[in-house]
């Protein structure tokens, strides 16, 4: 009976473990009904293309060009920020993948991974990143960005 308790509680455990081994790389990627497949295109290369010119734009260390990728509404918190991190950039940064997970009208959210350059060592890093998106006006904008995690890359 202790034999049986015993295999039934592994059982479950490994179950569990498979099914959260599913969860964790599946393709949970969720659109809202109501638009259409071109609506949610054009809604994806959009934002994808805020964040590339977000990324050009901290390449070059442009603030004026990095602000038009943010919320108007957060451009002036955002300029002192940014000056200060810009002016001491000494990395490149390179857009590697951008995955949709959740979307909507006015907001999507995107698993982001970005290969990030030291200029000087040459020293390379992958940023992971879940980064938030924002319609406001008929115009894509950056609402939040979460750096989730670095993995030194070759």
Same mark, same amino acid.
């Given at each position: 009976m202790r034999k049986r308790t015993k295999l039934l509680a592994l059982l479950l455990v490994a179950l569990f473990m498979g099914m959260g081994l599913v969860y964790t790389f599946a393709d949970r990627e969720v659109v809202v009904q109501g638009m259409t497949d071109a609506q949610v295109t054009q809604a994806r290369r959009q934002a994808k293309q805020v964040l590339v010119k977000n990324i050009d734009a901290v390449n070059a260390g442009s603030v004026s060009e990095y602000l038009e990728t943010v919320p108007p509404s957060k451009r002036t918190e955002t300029a002192a920020q940014m000056t200060k991190a810009l002016a001491k950039r000494d990395a490149t940064l390179k857009l590697q993948e951008f995955k949709v997970q959740k979307q909507t009208r006015t907001s999507l959210m995107a698993k982001v991974d970005q290969l990030q350059t030291t200029t %000087?060592?040459? %020293? %390379?890093?992958?940023?992971e990143s879940t980064i938030e998106f924002v319609n406001q006006d008929g115009a894509w904008y950056i609402k939040k960005s979460l750096l989730v995690n670095l993995i030194k890359a070759n």
């Amino acid at each position: 009976m202790r034999k049986r308790t015993k295999l039934l509680a592994l059982l479950l455990v490994a179950l569990f473990m498979g099914m959260g081994l599913v969860y964790t790389f599946a393709d949970r990627e969720v659109v809202v009904q109501g638009m259409t497949d071109a609506q949610v295109t054009q809604a994806r290369r959009q934002a994808k293309q805020v964040l590339v010119k977000n990324i050009d734009a901290v390449n070059a260390g442009s603030v004026s060009e990095y602000l038009e990728t943010v919320p108007p509404s957060k451009r002036t918190e955002t300029a002192a920020q940014m000056t200060k991190a810009l002016a001491k950039r000494d990395a490149t940064l390179k857009l590697q993948e951008f995955k949709v997970q959740k979307q909507t009208r006015t907001s999507l959210m995107a698993k982001v991974d970005q290969l990030q350059t030291t200029t %000087k060592t040459g %020293k %390379k890093q992958i940023l992971e990143s879940t980064i938030e998106f924002v319609n406001q006006d008929g115009a894509w904008y950056i609402k939040k960005s979460l750096l989730v995690n670095l993995i030194k890359a070759n």
